[in-house]
C-alpha cells in the first residue's frame, strides 16, 4: 500500500520559515519524482517545486516563480522522505500543501498535478500578516 504523509504545516508570521516533510512508504523512492503542490481556499491546486533524482547527477529541483528564492526543496532517499524549507513566507503562501509522488519513468511535466500517482492528506501552512 502506498503511503505519502506530510508533517510540519502550522501557524507562522510574515518573513517567518516552515519546513514541511513527506515520507513515502510501499514504493521504491528513489525512483519516484517528488512534488509539493498547494490549494487555497476558491483557488486551483498549484505547483510549487519538484525534483528528479538520478544517480548519476544527484537531485534536480524545479520551483514556481511565486516562490523561487525562498523555498529549498530537498530529498533523502536513504530516509525516503523529501523536505520543502520555506522562508520569508508571505499572507499569499497560505494553503494546503500537499506532497505528490510520480514514477520517474512515466512523467513528463513535473508542473503538471494530472501526472502524479500518489498523494499525501495536506498539511496546512497559515501566515499572518
Known amino acids: 500500500q502506498v503511503q505519502l504523509v506530510e508533517s510540519g504545516g502550522g501557524l507562522v508570521q510574515a518573513g517567518g520559515s516552515l519546513r514541511l516533510s513527506c515520507t513515502a512508504s510501499?514504493?521504491?523512492?528513489?525512483?519516484?519524482?517528488m512534488g509539493w503542490f498547494r490549494q487555497a481556499p476558491g483557488k486551483e491546486r498549484e505547483f510549487v517545486s519538484a525534483?528528479?533524482?538520478?544517480?548519476?547527477?544527484?537531485?534536480?529541483?524545479y520551483y514556481a516563480d511565486s516562490v523561487k528564492g525562498r523555498f529549498t526543496i530537498s530529498r533523502d532517499n536513504a530516509k525516503s522522505t523529501t523536505n520543502l524549507q520555506m522562508n520569508s513566507l508571505k499572507p499569499e503562501d497560505t494553503a494546503l500543501y500537499y506532497c505528490a509522488a510520480a514514477v520517474a519513468a512515466g512523467i513528463s511535466n513535473v508542473l503538471d498535478a494530472g501526472q502524479y500517482d500518489y498523494w499525501g492528506q495536506g498539511t496546512q501552512v497559515t501566515v499572518s500578516s
Open positions: 510501499g514504493l521504491t523512492f528513489s525512483s519516484l519524482v
Open positions: 525534483i528528479k533524482w538520478s544517480r548519476w547527477s544527484g537531485g534536480y529541483a
